[in-house]
């Protein structure tokens, strides 16, 4: 049996293993809208294209998408976020609880609006995107209702993601709280970083940044070719103390760097790429709950690789089920 037939008999496996086993995922709540339609004149009143709407759709986003990522595949996910008291913020727990999300720790903020992103796409092309957001910090009360809640939903957790999005959910003391209890449960903590906080994600099992995030997350410039990518994946690993990162590189595939000296160029899967939103959800989600089922990070870097290869040959922020995953595993 040749090394790839070994691997795919190995994430079939896997697979079968993924439903049921239950993530934390704690991060920044958003709600993603999409208004589609088509482009067949400029507007008289300025130079921009007027756009006929055929479709609008609203779906949670950030951290809620890797939520729907991990129930899409059976898995059990509990959210510890915030979102504001407004329409958008109860569209969203209600889409959620319908996916079978537990939202009982998701905290609703009067002072704050829920953090919203608006696209309008043209056909295939994105025109324009606008957001809604509350651009400061928690405040601490709203801080303190959010790491009460934590103690708890890491007792009952396998594995947990933080899915960072700079709006304020991630911060030195909530990464404090998290690490501590996780690591007294001796289960992985899994980072979808934001450039601002990476020097705050110490200790971590992996962190999946694409690689402009790596570049930006480490103040450098960036430098064509494989030598300078892979010193920057090692210098993550040595100043985070991270167990892994992943660094994802588009049509590039993947490169798996391990604190054990250990480097693996993984491949991309992806056939054909119409919209690569949400595709870091998808990588993180997949991921984390390989790794939350005891699979060596190598085997779950190739699941999340496969994952990505298919979502991102879909329109929209988008998830991937265990029987696409079974099919390209074939």
Not at 102 to 123: F, G, H, N, W, Y
Not at 219 to 241: A, F, H, N, S, T
Not at 292 to 299: N, P
């Amino acid at each position: 049996m040749s090394t790839s037939q070994a691997e795919k008999v190995r994430l079939r496996r896997l697979l079968a293993r993924l439903a049921q086993t239950r993530v934390l995922v704690v991060g920044d709540l958003m709600l993603d809208q999409f208004i589609r339609g088509s482009v067949s004149r400029l507007s008289p009143e300025a130079p921009v294209p007027v756009v006929h709407v055929r479709s609008e759709s609203l779906m949670p986003g950030g951290a809620g998408n890797v939520a729907l990522n991990l129930a899409a595949l059976g898995a059990r996910a509990d959210l510890v976020g915030i979102v504001g008291d407004d329409l958008a913020g109860r569209t969203l727990l209600e889409n959620l609880s319908s996916q079978g999300i537990s939202t009982s720790r998701i905290l609703v903020d009067p002072e704050r609006v829920t953090s919203q992103k608006c696209r309008v796409i043209a056909e295939h092309q994105q025109v324009v995107r606008f957001d809604r957001e509350t651009p400061k910090p928690l405040s601490v009360p709203a801080q303190g209702v959010l790491l009460r809640g934590l103690a708890a939903a890491i007792a009952q957790a396998q594995a947990v993601i933080l899915s960072d999005y700079g709006k304020g959910v991630i911060s030195p003391r909530l990464l404090k709280a998290v690490m501590a209890a996780a690591r007294g449960r001796n289960i992985p903590v899994i980072v979808d970083p934001k450039i601002e906080n990476f020097g705050l994600y110490r200790g971590v099992d992996c962190i999946t940044p694409n690689t402009h995030e790596a570049w930006a997350g480490m103040r450098r410039v960036p430098k064509p070719g494989q030598e300078p990518l892979d010193k920057l994946g090692w210098d993550i690993v040595k100043r985070l103390k991270a167990r892994s990162v992943l660094i994802t590189r588009g049509p590039d595939g993947m490169s798996l760097f391990e604190s054990g000296g250990r480097l693996t160029h993984i491949p991309t899967r992806a056939r054909e790429v119409y919209d690569v939103t949400g595709a870091g959800d998808t990588v993180v989600s997949v991921l984390t709950l390989a790794r939350a089922c005891r699979a060596s990070i190598r085997d779950a870097a190739a699941l999340a690789n496969y994952a990505a290869g298919i979502v991102v040959g879909k329109l929209g922020t988008a998830t991937v089920s265990v029987a696409e995953l079974r099919e390209v595993l074939r």
